[in-house]
């Protein structure tokens, strides 16, 4: 994903994970962004279940450190 940034750039990149894998898992990337989702799966029946999520990139040494905190 670092190469695919640096190739492509920030916002090409971004928008190029929005239209394959990212886009298929996430709902939005904030309230109002998801609403057309949630309504989309709900008028298929689906009920959906929510899971927030907040990553970050960090260094193997900083999330061993964070893991043993």
């Known amino acids: 994903m ?10 090409l990149f971004t928008m190029a994970m929005k239209a394959t894998f990212y886009g298929h898992f996430v709902a939005g990337e904030d309230q109002e962004k998801v609403k057309p989702t949630l309504e989309r799966l709900r008028s298929f029946g689906v009920k959906p279940i929510l899971d927030y999520s907040v990553e970050e990139d960090l260094s193997t040494e900083e999330a061993e450190r964070r893991e043993f905190e």
């Not at 670092?2 to 916002?11: C, D, F, P, V």
């Open 2 to 11: 670092r190469i695919a940034k640096a190739i492509l750039g920030k916002r």
